[in-house]
């Protein structure tokens, strides 16, 4: 008989005691203290066999249904349990039914080893409420040797079933067995948990112990939650709810039927070892929804995310007609835990499409989204991470398919936003699927493609209609720098209206937007000739100038006739090889409609460019409000650059002379005032279109320091009060003037109306120069007097810059080199320096620093009018160390 105990029997953790109802205290088949017998009477079944070591029951026939509710079979409460089960079941001899097969509702088994069934390990038939923790199923009681049971190990069809835990205590390790790992089935098994299991792998997680299916299987059983987020360590080993769904010779996670419906895949690894670093891969997909609607897989959390990589198919696969509504966001696919690492899966990153490549096709479905995306900064919320696949990084086909929504996504580049990761094919890969939507109109929406080794989006197929393509980052990282896609940057080989809009597309490696793939689509006269994207006519540009705070740019297109275009303007720094461009930055977009004969003419108002990119620029036919059809980039132009801070310019045609100054040019009204700031004509550059576009600022007026007399006898020197204010100081004796140093050499001749400036205090005193003075000691160091400070000139780049002479300097007084220290005179805005190096720099006082702004090629050199002859050679320790924008 049975023995019943009325004291309690604890397990390992002395602080948890249980009461059972019977003890299994030995390994018979039947009779007293066997566990067949226990099965029979219910209630809480411990062990306590003699002896130490794992223990062996081989059942000679079927063991009984559990139908008593609440029944525990706990393996755990055999003496010298520690975490590994003691108790195995062995049913090599027990016939063709499953091993424990559970009929009732709220029952617990835990603590078993339960393998060589030939059927399911433990089935769940009916009650529900069972929760299955800290078992091995499938292995031996090592968990290092596969023991398979012949179908699933553990099979259920039953609702709100608990398979495994959050914490290593109630972890599942089902691995070996000849079918699935878990398999849910049946419209009725609803809301099931299947939590911190290692399912295809040994104890350890990093060894594969195959499963003959998938890990876990969910057939038309809706709301099962597979991992969790619960004790989740994101970028760390795989913990709490995680599911380590590896090495199982199907799917990690397969998902099918019309009634699978709301089940999440959350917090897992799949495809990985237990710690993320190394594959442990799957047979096929890492998970696949066929024909199952409105499921999740990952999350917008870290907690929620999926690492899936190292699988032989793709990393995640929507197949079906019914696979509609399914979203795929916040997972690292193709990559190892940290989402910077590579562990490709061996086909695509996600498929979306059919099951057998025939025409029942997902559609409908969302990878990404907007949720918690950063902008500009790292893949969070929303993002999937898809890098290092084998095949494209999504890979979307299908004819009766298509309307799917990628967003927000990371395609080619890794988590951190600056590495490259590329997909072995094409970033997005398009093939007969009609009207998806790559990207948005918001910033969140952007996915960044790029770094890939085929072209970043590839559209291929006749059916292959109404994609739009929106927002994104094509060949660039998230900081916007360079990261080329090896082929292009959108290829249309198949299909029409396909709309490519607002896009930053460049650096990739044949065409931004490339229509017949290979080599520019010519514009054809009235664009009749057809083809993909019908080869829409591209822009003709024929200016971009500043104007007015803006930038005005000018073309033409013909194409259609009485037809709706949207013209897409773009900046780079220079254009593509070809002369054909790509657009590093979108500036914005003009609409124009065609004449009769297929003509118009634009000038569109764009934000203001920095002189010297390169300007280029899409047409779209407009179907009503809808974009369809892009043409390729345009040829490039060239805004003209402006000079820069500190130069003399001249317009062609035009005797008036400027100075270039804080984005204004400032008249010089008279030769007077380019003789006290000792300028000469040998220093005035030919003015841009640019520069002449600039407004107007202030008139330039002497230079502090400067002498001047009109036809009077009175002389004067000029002192600068504020950046907009001077007066004019009068010397009073001639004693005065000789004893400061000064001879009628020093004196400019100015006329009589130029003596506008109000009357200073005057000069009556030897004891100290004004401000603008040039003063030199005794040791013959030089200083500018300013403010009532002494400014060291400490070289003599610095001078020349400065257009000082010599000549110009007088012996400084006592009081002169009393004054307190000043900082240090600097290199003159506009001065045209170089180091020991071959950049070549000009000098712009930005209002905090002075900085150097590098002349970053020849044509800006020739542009600009510079030569040998303007460039100052200077110590590199003199250079200024902060750089300012690139000219």
């Given at each position: 008989?049975?023995?019943?105990?009325?004291?309690p029997?604890?397990?390992?953790?002395?602080?948890?005691?249980i009461?059972?109802?019977?003890?299994?205290?030995?390994?018979?088949?039947?009779?007293?203290?066997?566990l067949?017998?226990?099965?029979?009477?219910?209630?809480?079944?411990c062990?306590?066999?003699?002896?130490?070591?794992?223990h062996?029951?081989?059942?000679?026939?079927a063991l009984?249904?559990?139908?008593?509710?609440s029944?525990?079979?706990d393996?755990?409460?055999?003496?010298?349990?520690?975490?590994?089960?003691?108790?195995?079941?062995?049913?090599?001899?027990?016939?063709?039914?499953?091993?424990?097969i559970?009929?009732?509702?709220?029952?617990?088994?835990?603590?078993?080893?339960?393998?060589r069934?030939?059927?399911d390990?433990?089935?769940?038939?009916?009650?529900?409420?069972?929760?299955?923790?800290?078992?091995y199923?499938?292995?031996?009681?090592?968990?290092t040797?596969?023991r398979?049971n012949?179908?699933?190990?553990?099979g259920?069809?039953?609702?709100?079933?608990h398979?495994?835990?959050?914490?290593a205590a109630?972890?599942?390790?089902?691995?070996?067995n000849?079918?699935?790992?878990i398999?849910v089935?049946?419209?009725?098994?609803?809301?099931?948990?299947?939590?911190?299991?290692?399912?295809?792998?040994?104890?350890?997680?990093?060894?594969?112990?195959?499963?003959?299916?998938?890990?876990?299987?969910?057939?038309?059983?809706?709301?099962?939650?597979?991992?969790?987020?619960?004790?989740?360590?994101?970028?760390?080993?795989?913990?709490?709810?995680?599911?380590?769904?590896?090495?199982?010779?199907?799917?990690?996670?397969?998902?099918?039927?019309?009634?699978?419906?709301?089940?999440?895949?959350?917090?897992?690894?799949?495809?990985?070892?237990?710690?993320?670093?190394?594959?442990?891969?799957?047979?096929?997909?890492?998970?696949?929804?066929?024909?199952?609607?409105?499921?999740?897989?990952?999350?917008?959390?870290?907690?929620?995310?999926?690492?899936?990589?190292?699988?032989?198919?793709?990393?995640?696969s929507?197949?079906?007609s019914?696979?509609?509504?399914?979203?795929?966001?916040?997972?690292?696919?193709?990559?190892d835990?940290?989402?910077?690492g590579?562990?490709?899966?061996?086909?695509?990153?996600?498929?979306?499409g059919?099951?057998?490549?025939?025409?029942?096709?997902?559609?409908?479905?969302?990878?990404?989204?907007?949720?918690?995306?950063?902008?500009?900064?790292?893949?969070?919320?929303?993002?999937?991470?898809?890098?290092s696949?084998?095949?494209?990084g999504?890979?979307?086909?299908?004819a009766?398919?298509?309307?799917?929504?990628?967003?927000?996504?990371?395609?080619?580049?890794?988590?951190?936003?600056f590495?490259?990761?590329?997909?072995?094919?094409?970033?997005i890969?398009?093939?007969?699927?009609?009207?998806?939507?790559?990207?948005?109109?918001?910033?969140a929406?952007?996915?960044?493609?790029?770094?890939?080794g085929?072209s970043?989006?590839?559209?291929?197929?006749?059916?292959?209609?109404?994609?739009?393509?929106?927002?994104?980052?094509?060949?660039?990282?998230?900081?916007?720098g360079?990261?080329?896609?090896a082929?292009?940057?959108?290829?249309?080989?198949?299909?029409?209206?396909?709309?490519?809009?607002?896009?930053?597309?460049?650096?990739?490696g044949?065409?931004?937007?490339?229509?017949?793939?290979?080599?520019v689509s010519?514009?054809?006269?009235?664009?009749?000739?057809?083809?993909?994207?019908g080869?829409?006519?591209?822009?003709?540009?024929?200016s971009?100038?500043?104007?007015?705070?803006?930038?005005s740019?000018?073309?033409?297109?013909?194409?259609?006739?009485?037809?709706?275009?949207?013209?897409?303007?773009?900046?780079?720094?220079?254009?593509?090889?070809q002369?054909?461009?790509?657009?590093?930055?979108?500036l914005?977009?003009y609409?124009?409609?065609?004449?009769?004969?297929?003509?118009?003419g634009?000038?569109?108002?764009m934000?203001?460019?920095i002189?010297?990119?390169?300007?280029?620029?899409?047409?779209?036919?407009?179907?009503?409000?809808?974009?369809?059809?892009?043409?390729?980039?345009?040829?490039?132009?060239?805004?003209?650059?402006?000079?820069?801070?500190?130069?003399?310019?001249?317009?062609?045609?035009?005797s008036n002379?400027?100075?270039t100054?804080?984005?204004?040019?400032?008249?010089?009204g008279s030769?007077e005032?380019?003789?006290?700031?000792h300028?000469?004509?040998?220093?005035?550059?030919?003015?841009?279109?640019a520069?002449?576009?600039?407004?107007?600022?202030?008139?330039?007026?002497?230079?502090?320091?400067t002498?001047?007399?009109?036809?009077g006898?009175n002389?004067?020197?000029?002192?600068?009060?504020?950046?907009?204010?001077?007066?004019?100081?009068?010397?009073?004796?001639?004693?005065?003037?000789?004893?400061?140093g000064?001879?009628?050499?020093?004196?400019?001749?100015?006329?009589?109306?130029?003596?506008?400036?109000a009357?200073?205090?005057?000069?009556g005193?030897?004891?100290?120069?004004?401000?603008?003075?040039?003063?030199?000691?005794?040791?013959?160091?030089?200083?500018l007097?300013?403010?009532?400070?002494?400014?060291?000139?400490?070289?003599?780049?610095?001078?020349?810059?400065?257009?000082?002479s010599?000549s110009?300097?007088?012996?400084?007084?006592?009081?002169?080199?009393g004054?307190?220290?000043?900082?240090?005179?600097?290199?003159?805005?506009?001065?045209?320096?170089k180091?020991?190096?071959?950049n070549?720099?000009?000098?712009?006082?930005?209002?905090?620093?002075?900085?150097?702004?590098?002349?970053?090629?020849?044509?800006?050199?020739?542009e600009?009018?510079?030569?040998?002859?303007?460039?100052?050679?200077?110590?590199?320790?003199?250079?200024p160390?902060i750089?300012?924008?690139?000219?």
């Amino acid at each position: 008989m049975v023995l019943n105990l009325v004291a309690p029997i604890f397990s390992s953790s002395p602080a948890l005691a249980i009461t059972c109802t019977s003890t299994v205290v030995n390994t018979n088949d039947s009779g007293a203290g066997s566990l067949r017998t226990a099965m029979q009477s219910g209630g809480t079944i411990c062990f306590n066999i003699s002896g130490s070591g794992a223990h062996t029951i081989t059942p000679a026939s079927a063991l009984p249904t559990i139908t008593a509710a609440s029944t525990t079979i706990d393996g755990t409460t055999q003496p010298g349990y520690t975490g590994a089960p003691l108790i195995e079941i062995n049913g090599a001899n027990a016939g063709s039914t499953p091993g424990i097969i559970v009929s009732a509702s709220g029952v617990t088994i835990k603590g078993l080893v339960v393998n060589r069934f030939n059927s399911d390990g433990i089935y769940l038939a009916a009650g529900g409420n069972t929760t299955v923790q800290a078992n091995y199923v499938g292995t031996d009681p090592t968990g290092t040797i596969a023991r398979g049971n012949t179908h699933s190990g553990i099979g259920m069809q039953t609702a709100g079933n608990h398979i495994g835990g959050t914490t290593a205590a109630e972890r599942n390790l089902v691995s070996g067995n000849l079918q699935s790992g878990i398999a849910v089935n049946g419209s009725s098994s609803t809301g099931n948990v299947i939590s911190g299991n290692y399912v295809g792998t040994d104890v350890t997680g990093t060894f594969a112990i195959t499963n003959g299916g998938d890990g876990v299987l969910v057939t038309a059983a809706p709301n099962t939650t597979v991992g969790g987020t619960t004790g989740v360590t994101p970028g760390g080993a795989c913990t709490g709810a995680c599911n380590l769904l590896s090495g199982n010779a199907a799917n990690g996670a397969g998902i099918s039927g019309s009634t699978a419906t709301g089940n999440v895949v959350a917090g897992n690894y799949i495809g990985t070892d237990v710690n993320g670093l190394y594959p442990i891969g799957n047979y096929d997909i890492g998970v696949e929804a066929q024909d199952a609607p409105s499921n999740t897989i990952g999350g917008t959390t870290p907690a929620a995310r999926n690492v899936i990589g190292g699988n032989v198919g793709a990393g995640v696969s929507l197949t079906g007609s019914a696979a509609a509504n399914n979203s795929v966001t916040g997972n690292y696919i193709g990559t190892d835990r940290s989402g910077n690492g590579s562990m490709p899966n061996h086909k695509m990153g996600i498929n979306i499409g059919s099951p057998s490549g025939g025409s029942n096709n997902a559609h409908n479905n969302t990878i990404g989204g907007t949720t918690g995306v950063t902008p500009g900064g790292a893949c969070t919320g929303a993002c999937n991470v898809i890098v290092s696949n084998f095949w494209s990084g999504i890979y979307i086909s299908g004819a009766s398919g298509g309307s799917n929504a990628i967003a927000g996504n990371f395609i080619g580049v890794t988590a951190n936003g600056f590495n490259a990761g590329g997909n072995v094919q094409d970033g997005i890969g398009i093939v007969d699927s009609p009207g998806n939507i790559i990207g948005g109109s918001s910033a969140a929406q952007r996915n960044l493609i790029s770094g890939n080794g085929g072209s970043g989006v590839a559209l291929v197929g006749a059916s292959t209609g109404g994609n739009h393509i929106e927002g994104n980052y094509i060949g660039q990282r998230t900081d916007q720098g360079d990261m080329p896609n090896a082929g292009s940057g959108v290829a249309i080989a198949n299909g029409v209206t396909t709309a490519v809009v607002g896009n930053n597309i460049s650096g990739n490696g044949i065409l931004g937007i490339d229509i017949f793939p290979g080599w520019v689509s010519q514009n054809d006269p009235g664009d009749g000739d057809g083809g993909p994207n019908g080869t829409q006519n591209f822009p003709v540009l024929s200016s971009a100038i500043p104007l007015g705070g803006n930038e005005s740019i000018a073309g033409s297109l013909n194409s259609l006739p009485n037809t709706t275009f949207r013209i897409e303007f773009f900046k780079s720094p220079a254009c593509s090889g070809q002369g054909y461009g790509q657009g590093h930055d979108y500036l914005g977009s003009y609409t124009v409609v065609t004449d009769g004969a297929g003509n118009t003419g634009f000038t569109a108002t764009m934000p203001l460019v920095i002189g010297g990119m390169a300007i280029t620029a899409t047409a779209t036919r407009v179907i009503g409000s809808t974009p369809a059809e892009t043409s390729e980039f345009s040829k490039c132009i060239n805004t003209p650059r402006t000079h820069p801070d500190g130069t003399l310019i001249r317009p062609v045609g035009s005797s008036n002379v400027f100075l270039t100054e804080a984005g204004t040019v400032r008249p010089i009204g008279s030769g007077e005032v380019l003789a006290s700031y000792h300028m000469t004509s040998a220093e005035f550059k030919t003015a841009t279109n640019a520069d002449t576009s600039l407004p107007g600022g202030a008139n330039l007026y002497f230079r502090e320091g400067t002498l001047i007399k009109g036809s009077g006898p009175n002389v004067y020197v000029i002192d600068q009060t504020s950046p907009s204010t001077w007066t004019k100081r009068l010397i009073t004796d001639i004693g005065f003037f000789t004893g400061l140093g000064y001879t009628a050499a020093d004196i400019i001749i100015v006329p009589d109306s130029a003596l506008g400036a109000a009357d200073g205090p005057v000069i009556g005193s030897t004891v100290q120069h004004p401000d603008g003075t040039l003063v030199k000691s005794s040791a013959g160091t030089i200083y500018l007097i300013e403010n009532g400070q002494k400014r060291l000139v400490g070289s003599m780049p610095m001078f020349t810059t400065q257009r000082y002479s010599l000549s110009s300097t007088k012996n400084a007084t006592s009081t002169d080199l009393g004054l307190p220290n000043g900082s240090n005179l600097n290199f003159r805005e506009g001065a045209v320096i170089k180091g020991s190096g071959p950049n070549v720099y000009v000098v712009d006082d930005n209002g905090t620093n002075i900085v150097k702004r590098q002349l970053g090629s020849v044509s800006a050199m020739i542009e600009l009018g510079y030569g040998s002859a303007d460039v100052v050679t200077v110590p590199d320790q003199e250079l200024p160390s902060i750089d300012g924008p690139g000219i």
